[in-house]
């Protein structure tokens, strides 16, 4: 289960700060001050050395929630109120930056290089089984008997901990490197994470594990803000996961969307009606061509770790497109003027959306939730807005585990007789090793894999306003029961 942390709490807190000042007209006029109000005493910080690195960090940590990263600093002299201003004159800001993610030098870095290190529970035992059994001699004793590791020596194998009867040598990883499932992120020579974008599958699991919150999505909170305040048509298409954010039934979050300035709010749970019927079919086609598995495509992590570490899965991978994908251009189409924000727990969403001109922009629920705060919007007190179409339960249970697979069958319904199903939810290490096996293979346990990045599908994504795992779970399956239709109940034979 994951759990709230104070590095969470910062980040809303800051981004719903910058909101209210832009609400008030005062972005540029008053941000400089954000630091010195946000961390007011002259004493020392815990976690850090001193008030002005407290003060800095928060300077480093506005500059990607106004679409910038640490690159964009010409001097460290360059005021806040440089890049508020900048932030409130670009134009068509559309993904104009490569890197989705990035690392605050200024935050970064206290994480320790050393990964093994022995404790005062060494009772310089006889048996020495550290020293005996280090292959780079680099286990010494000091003159109290006490065992003690020559890093300069240490290979980090790990044989000196497995070997310890009293456990008194401890394992100390850095958090974003051991979260990340594909060794995307690593220390540069001055000690500071560098996340190396051929590599990255924008899965945010670093994100969320960094102790000290160093790590950014570069958000497009404020492309999205002034685009309503110029008068432009805007149009948010939130993910099936807004089922689980908040406790307010979801005419009223759409309700408290519409007040933010959108114009319309259109589920992105009609282009989940499209995945399901496409992918469905596509299902039936590979089997009866005799192929040995089909893999799911919405997940968008799940996309770029096939693009970049197992290519040899593509062939396995569905072609149908995301149901964002699909929403985006049914709405553009519709709306051909419209800008089309996509509102959901990923990360990798930001990436996805660089594939597709439909989308214009991408922001989180977490950013979603600040945009409310800072703007003094109560979700609980929103007047209802009714969408327009209503989906189908299949297509809202995409946002958990199992929900595509369950979309699927119940769309095929005695076409899917013998088509076995297994779900892999969450692309650890272990994960990632298991689908490298089965392309290597070009054979599963099953005729029909999904695959989500996040454990419990996209309802526990990284950048969620709910962190409590159970209580979304019972939040979104709430939701879905009061959903009026079903595939059950409907004839989903394709018409000749």
Request: net charge neutral.
């Amino acid at each position: 289960m994951a759990l709230q942390n104070n590095t969470m709490i910062v980040r809303y807190k800051l981004l719903s700060k910058l909101v209210g000042l832009w609400k008030d007209g005062k972005l540029e006029e008053a941000i400089d001050e954000l630091p010195i109000q946000l961390s007011p005493k002259r004493s020392r910080v815990l976690g850090r050395c001193c008030i002005h690195k407290e003060r800095a960090v928060w300077k480093y940590k506005a500059l990607p929630l106004m679409g910038f990263d640490m690159t964009d600093e010409p001097n460290e002299l360059t005021p806040l109120s440089y890049y508020a201003g900048k932030a409130l004159s670009r134009e068509n800001n559309r993904n104009s930056k490569e890197n989705i993610l990035c690392v605050i030098d200024e935050a970064c870095s206290s994480c320790v290089s050393v990964k093994y290190e022995i404790t005062s529970l060494c009772r310089g035992c006889v048996a020495r089984n550290c020293y005996m059994n280090c292959p780079k001699e680099a286990v010494f004793f000091t003159e109290t008997g006490q065992a003690k590791i020559d890093h300069s020596k240490c290979i980090n194998c790990g044989m000196c901990q497995k070997g310890c009867p009293y456990h008194a040598i401890v394992y100390i990883p850095v958090p974003c490197e051991e979260a990340c499932p594909v060794g995307a992120i690593s220390k540069d020579e001055y000690g500071v994470e560098h996340i190396d974008e051929s590599k990255c599958i924008y899965c945010g699991k670093c994100m969320k594990a960094c102790p000290f919150g160093a790590i950014f999505e570069i958000s497009n909170v404020f492309d999205v803000l002034e685009s309503i305040r110029k008068g432009e048509e805007v149009i948010a298409i939130p993910a099936p996961a807004v089922l689980a954010q908040f406790k307010a039934p979801i005419a009223k979050v759409y309700g408290a969307i519409k007040q933010i300035g959108f114009d319309s709010v259109i589920e992105v749970a009609t282009g989940a009606m499209t995945t399901t019927e496409t992918e469905g079919e596509e299902l039936l086609e590979k089997m009866a061509e005799g192929q040995s598995f089909m893999t799911t495509s919405c997940c968008p992590s799940y996309i770029q770790l096939v693009k970049k570490h197992i290519p040899e899965m593509a062939p396995f991978v569905s072609h149908t497109l995301s149901p964002m994908a699909y929403t985006a251009k049914e709405t553009k189409a519709k709306y051909p003027n419209a800008k089309i924000v996509f509102v959901g727990p990923c990360v990798g969403k930001r990436k996805e959306a660089t594939y597709y001109d439909e989308v214009d922009y991408v922001i989180t629920f977490e950013e979603l939730n600040a945009i409310f705060n800072g703007l003094g919007i109560n979700v609980d007190e929103a007047a209802p807005y009714q969408i327009s179409r209503n989906s189908v339960m299949e297509a809202h249970a995409f946002g958990r585990s199992g929900g595509v697979s369950l979309a699927v069958t119940n769309y095929l319904k005695d076409r899917a007789k013998g088509v076995d199903i297994i779900q892999v939810a969450d692309l650890n290490k272990k994960n990632v090793a298991l689908l490298k096996g089965y392309a290597k293979k070009g054979k599963a346990p099953a005729k029909f894999i999904e695959v989500m990045t996040c454990p419990n599908g996209c309802i526990t994504g990284p950048v969620t306003c709910n962190p409590d795992e159970i209580k979304s779970q019972a939040i979104f399956n709430q939701a879905l029961a009061s959903c009026p239709i079903s595939y059950k109940e409907m004839d989903t034979t394709p018409k000749m």
